[in-house]
C-alpha cells in the first residue's frame, strides 16, 4: 500500500492522529527533503527510516520504491509541508503505483490552497488552480492575459521574493482586480492581507514579506464593492 500522507503546513499541531499512526507503521517514508521531515518525525516520536524521493534520481528512486510496493512493503510519500503531489512531483510515483496496481490511499491534513480559500471570504463555489506563475515577467503576463475573463477565483503560490512584482503584473494585466494575500498561514506571523491589488502590493513594498504566500485573485468586483 502508498499512502500519500499529509503533513503540516507550518503549525506542528496540524498533524493528524492517523498521519502519527500511518508513519509510525508503514515500512518506509518516502520525503521530500529527509532533514527537513526529520525534525517532524522526532517531534512525534516516529522512528521509521526516510528516503529522499525528490531528489535528482527521481526515476531510479520511483524504480525501488515501486519495487518495494510490488515486494508487499508499505510505503509513505509526504513533502515538505501540506499534502503531497500538490504542485510537487509526487503525482508521477502515485501513477506509476496506479500503473502497477498498486493500492493508493490518501490520509488528508493540509493544503495551503485550501487553507488560503477557506478564510478568504472570496467565492469558493468555482475555484481555480494555477499553481506558481512563470518567474519571468514575460511568461507572467502572457499567463495571466490568458486568465483576462476567468470569473472563478484564482489561486496561486508565489514565493516572497517574487510577491511585490507578481502583484504588479496582476494589476497591470487584471485591472488591479481584488487579490488576497495569505502568508505564513497556520503559523505564528500569519497575515492575511486583502485589498486592490496595487494596495496590496503597496504595503509589501513598504514591509518586505518573508516567509510563504499564497495568492488570491478575485475578477468578481460586484462582490467586494456593495455600498
Ligand atoms: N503541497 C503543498 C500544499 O499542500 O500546500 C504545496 C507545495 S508548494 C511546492 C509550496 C508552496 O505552498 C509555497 O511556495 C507557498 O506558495 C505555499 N505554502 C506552503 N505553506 C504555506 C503557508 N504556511 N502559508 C502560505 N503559503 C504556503
Do not use: W
Amino acid at each position: 500500500m502508498l499512502y500519500i500522507v499529509s503533513t503540516p503546513i507550518g503549525n506542528l499541531k496540524d498533524m493528524t492522529f492517523r498521519a502519527v499512526e500511518v508513519l509510525k507503521s508503514v515500512d518506509l517514508i518516502a520525503s521530500e527533503d529527509t532533514r527537513h521531515t526529520g525534525i517532524l518525525l522526532k517531534h512525534f516520536g516516529i522512528q521509521t527510516p526516510q528516503t529522499s524521493y525528490f531528489e535528482h534520481s527521481r526515476n531510479n528512486k520511483e524504480e525501488y520504491l515501486i519495487g518495494l510496493l510490488k515486494e508487499g512493503k508499505s510505503v509513505a510519500l509526504v513533502s515538505d509541508a501540506g499534502t503531497p503531489a500538490i504542485s510537487d512531483p509526487g503525482y508521477r510515483l502515485v501513477r506509476a503505483a496506479r500503473e502497477q496496481g498498486i493500492e493508493v490511499t490518501a490520509v488528508p491534513g493540509a493544503c495551503a490552497a485550501v487553507v488560503a480559500l477557506s478564510l478568504s471570504g472570496f467565492p469558493t463555489d468555482r475555484f481555480v488552480f494555477e499553481g506558481f506563475l512563470p518567474q519571468k515577467s514575460s511568461g507572467r503576463v502572457r499567463r495571466l492575459t490568458e486568465l483576462k475573463s476567468e470569473e472563478r477565483t484564482i489561486v496561486l503560490y508565489e514565493s516572497p521574493h517574487r510577491l511585490v512584482k507578481a502583484l504588479g503584473d496582476i494589476a497591470e494585466v487584471l485591472g488591479n482586480p481584488h487579490v488576497m494575500v495569505g502568508r505564513e498561514l497556520t503559523k505564528k506571523f500569519e497575515e492575511v492581507r486583502q485589498g486592490d491589488a496595487r494596495s496590496v502590493s503597496e504595503h509589501f513594498m513598504s514591509r518586505k514579506p518573508k516567509g510563504e504566500v499564497v495568492i488570491l485573485i478575485s475578477q468578481r468586483e460586484e462582490l467586494f464593492h456593495q455600498d
